[in-house]
C-alpha cells in the first residue's frame, strides 16, 4: 500500500489498505480474549457465587416472611441448602456467573433441560454490569426480583457500593432470544429490500457509467440517465477518494483533524465498552487506571466532539456567508431550502444506523441479551420519530433512541439558529461579533446556572444525585461554544481571502500580522496550542486524585472553562495554516490519506457503536482485562468501523450527495474559488 502511494497510485493503495484493514480486524477481534503478553498475571477477583446468594436468602427471615412460596424459591432452596448440594445444584452455580460482568455458560445452561439462563443486570456506581443466573427452568425473572436483597449484599462486599434493590434488573435471556434471534420481521424486511435495492441500482448505473464511457454516442444523456448517475459507484468512488484540492490546499488540514479526533471517540468507546461489557475486573481496572495520568486522556477523549462541533461551525459560516453575499438568498425560502439539503444530506446513515441496530442487531446472535440493547430497543419503538426530527437530546439521555446520535441533534440545532447568528455580519463586523458574543454568554450562564444547582462534578467515582448527561452533557444550550468559535475561525480566514488589506477589517488584520511578521509566532501558536489542549484534557486528573479537596464552584469553572480552552488550542493550531504558514502541519494532517478517511467520519461516528455492540456485548466470554486487550481491540474496530462506514458511505449516502448536486445547484455551497472571486471584488463597503 505505501509503494502504491509513493509511485502515485493511490487509489490501488488505500483498496489494499482497506483489504488489510479487513483480515487485521477480524483476527484481533477474534483472539482477544486468549491475548496475554508476557507478564499477563492471572488475578483473581471477589467472587460472586449464586450459591452464596441463594444461602443468604435461605438463612434469613426473608424466606418465612414471603406469603407466596413460589416453585422457583422452594427449589432454590431446597436444592442448596444441604452442605454437599445436589447434582442440579452443581450445575446452577457451574453454568452460573461468579464475577462481576461474568456471563457464565449460557449454551451449556440452554441446553440443560431442567435450567433456564437469566441475565441479571446491575445498576451500581451509576454503571449497568451484568452476571448471568442459571436457575431451575421453574424461575422467571419476576420471581428472581426475591433474591435482590441478598445481591445487593454481596455486590456491595465486591463494590464498596451496594445497589439499591429497584436497580437489578432480570431478563429471561432464552424467551428474549427465542423472540429475536432469526426472526424475520416487517422491518427486517423492510431493511433488506431498500438496502438491495440501492445495491441494484448501483450496479445498473456503475454498468451504464461504463458504457458511456465506450461508447459515449450510444447513451442518451437525459433527466432519468441524471438520476441513475447518482448510484453510479465509479463516480461516487472517485468523489470519495478525489484527493485534489486546486483552490485552496490548506483547508486540507481540517481532514486530518476529523480522522484524530474520531480516533479520540472511538478510542474512549472501546474502554467504556470493553470494560463494561467483557471485563469481570471492572472496578478493580477501573480504580487502577483512574489514578494514572494517562487515563486522563481517555476520559476526556469526548472532547474530539467539541473538535467536530468547531469544524460543523467554521463550514456552516463559508456556506451561510456565501449563500448570503447574494441579497436574493437571504429570504426565508432560500434558507428552508437550505435546512432541506442539510437533512437529505444527514439522513441516509441515519436511517441505516436506526433500521440496522432495530431490526438486524437482534437477530444476529444467539447470546446473552444486552439488557441496555432491549431498553433501547423499547425506548426506539416509541421515540423514533424524534431521532428524525433532530430533537430527541431533549428528552432523558435514558430517554433517547440512539444515544449516541446527541450530537448529531446538537450540530443540526446549531445549523438551524446559524442564519441568525451569520445575518448580522452583513450590517457590520461588530454587530455580527456581538451577537456571537451575547450568545456565548448565555450559554455560559445557563451551563453554570445547570452546574451548580444540580451539584454536578468532573470526576468518574464521585457520587451526584442527579443525571450528568441528560441534564447537562447533551443539551445544545451547554454545547453551542465551539460551534460559535468555529464560526469566528471562519470570519478571520475569509478576512485574510481578501487581497487587499486596506479591504480587511483592522482588528483581524492585526491578528494575521501576529503570523505574518516573524515565524516565532507560528511557533508559539504551536506551543499556546498544546498547553491549551493538554490542559483542557489532563485537567480532570486532580479532580479525580482528590474529588473532595476541590468544591462546586472550582468544579464548575472547569467544566465551564475546559472545553472552549480545547478548542482554543485546535483553532491555534489549524490558524497558522489557514494563514498559509503552518507549512508543516498541512504536511501532516494535510496528506492525501486524511482526505477520503475526513469524509467517512460522519458514517464512522454513527456505526462505530453498532459494531462494537455486535462484536463485544454479544461475546459469550468474559477475561480478566488489561490495558493491551483494549488497545488491540481499538486497532480492530478502528479498522472494522471504517470499512462499514465506507460501505454504507457509498451505498447510501454518496447517492444522494449525488442527487443533491445534480438537482438542488440553485442552493448548493459555492465553490471555495468563487468564494475568493466575491471576496476580491470591490463590493464590501458594506463589511468595513
Known sequence: AAYMGIIGKMKEGVLISLLYMVCFGLCIKERLPEICPLGC??????????????????????????????????????????????????????????????????????????????????????????????????????????????????????????????????????????????????????????????????????????????????????????????????????????TENKVDQNLEIFNGIRVVSICAILLGHTYEMEIHSQGYNYFEFLQEIVHEFKFTSLRTSGLGVDSFFCISGFFAGMGFFNTFRNPENRKAGKILLAYLCRFLRLFPILFFTFMFYMFVMPTLRDAPFPLALKFDNEVCQNTWYMTFLYVNNFMGFNYICLQWSWYLMCDMQFYLVCPLLILPFFSSYFRGFLYLGITAVISIIVTASIYSYYELHPAVFQPMSHDYTSIYYIRPYCRIVPYLIGICLYVLYQEYQKKKEEERSVVLQKIINIYKATKWGVCTSYLFSACLVIFAAHGVYYFEQNPNNYGQAIATIYELAHRPIYVFGIVLFILPTLLNEGKVALRVLGHPIFNPLGKLTYGTYLLHLLLMFVLSTYNLNSYYIKNIHIWLAFVGYFFLTYLFSFCATIVYEYPMQQFLREYLEGIRRPSIKETTDALNKKTTQSYQ
Not at 438463612?59 to 432452596?77: D, M, P
Not at 436457575?135 to 428472581?144: H, L, Q, Y
Request: aromatic share 10%; with cysteine; hydrophobic share 40%.
Open 41 to 242: 498475571s492471572l488475578k483473581t477477583t471477589p467472587e460472586l457465587n449464586f450459591a452464596d446468594i441463594v444461602h443468604i436468602f435461605a438463612n434469613n427471615t426473608l424466606y418465612e416472611s414471603l406469603q407466596n412460596k413460589t416453585e422457583c424459591t422452594s427449589a432454590l432452596r431446597s436444592t442448596f441448602i444441604y452442605p454437599k448440594g445436589s447434582l442440579e445444584a452443581k450445575n446452577f452455580a457451574s453454568f452460573s456467573g461468579k464475577k462481576i460482568n461474568d456471563l457464565g455458560d449460557y449454551l451449556q445452561c440452554k441446553e440443560t433441560n431442567s435450567s433456564v439462563y437469566i441475565l441479571a443486570g446491575i445498576i451500581t456506581s451509576g454503571i449497568l454490569v451484568r452476571l448471568g443466573l442459571c436457575v431451575p427452568k421453574s424461575c422467571t425473572p419476576k420471581e428472581m426480583e426475591v433474591f435482590s436483597p441478598a445481591m445487593a449484599v454481596l455486590i456491595g462486599n465486591i463494590t464498596k457500593t451496594p445497589p439499591v434493590n429497584n436497580s437489578i434488573l432480570f431478563l429471561d435471556v432464552n424467551e428474549e432470544n427465542s423472540n429475536n434471534y432469526g426472526r424475520i420481521g416487517k422491518g427486517y424486511i423492510i431493511f433488506w429490500v431498500i438496502t438491495f435495492t440501492l445495491i441494484i441500482l448501483m450496479v445498473i448505473a456503475t454498468t451504464l457509467d461504463y458504457c458511456n464511457l465506450l461508447s459515449p454516442e450510444n447513451v442518451k444523456r437525459n433527466q432519468g440517465y441524471r438520476a441513475i448517475q447518482c448510484f453510479s459507484a465509479r463516480r461516487n468512488l472517485k468523489a470519495l477518494f478525489n
